[in-house]
């Protein structure tokens, strides 16, 4: 298997356990990553606050770059707000050719184009259907026997585009966290927002969102999720959640790849569980 690889910047900065556990992850379960050359920021969600145009030009332009190549391969995207970016200017430059030629027509100063057509996936999808359970079988060396792990998606994996879970009850996680040994634990909030960027503007307003999947998650020892920015909030938080409600709410906040990688062997240091700001020591007692 061989994919386009593009990281965005979170995975350069604040989520680079993300970036270094689904790379070590990917590797030995035998895919083949390409990481776009010269890849650039996707907008995140500043841009369109500044530029339609430039909202659909900066992701569009690392599509081009992949497309330039004339390799066959799917765009790999761990992120999920830069999935839904890149996701977003492919369909809209396929639905409205007047788009596309004024997005064209910048992309042109770089001698780039793009023509549209490119399957953009997330990370999770692709460990879910392209791998799967089956795909870790043989894989797994230290079970996570015992372990409760709540499956945390977000919005922006799912939402619009919800072409590989159900976006209002999502379960794509589920096999895989029960075939690395763990038992998945029950919950209804693995499609809520956890605040987002509300975190820097209305604090208040985001941590009220934070609290209520902390809260939900009481008695598990860990969540887990594919996306920078649910991971930061849920991670760096708690203490202001359980202020909020008075109560302990710490538990530990990992990335899907970082559970994996310590299932299959590779290591605390190869996923980088250091960097997390929240991992208990029980849970760190209970992974070895």
Known sequence: MKYFYYPGCSLEGTAMEYDHAA???????????????????????????ISHL???VLPARNLALAEQTNSQADFLIPCSAC?????????????????AARINSVLGEEGLTYHG????????DVLANDIGAEGLQGKVTKPLTGLRIVPYYGCQALRPYGTFDDPEQP???????????????????GAKCCGAGLMTTKKPVALQAASELLMAARGADAIVTVCPMCQMNLDSFQKGATRLRGEDLSISVLYLPQLMGLAMGLGRETVKLNQNMAVTAAFRARVG
């Not at 999935?83 to 200017?89: A, D, E, I, S, T």
Request: hydrophobic residues 50%; negative net charge.
């Open 171 to 189: 379960r794509s996680m589920e096999a895989l966290i029960t075939a690395l040994g763990a038992e998945v634990f029950p919950w209804t909030m």
């Open 54 to 56: 430039l909202s659909m």
């Open 23 to 49: 790379r070590a992850v990917l590797a030995a379960l035998g895919v083949e990553l390409m990481e776009v050359k010269d890849w650039t920021c996707c907008g995140a969600s500043a841009a369109d606050a």
């Open 117 to 124: 057509g490119m399957k953009v996936r997330h990370l999770l």
């Open 83 to 99: 999935y839904l970016n890149l996701r977003k200017v492919d369909d809209h430059l396929q639905r409205d050719h007047n788009l």
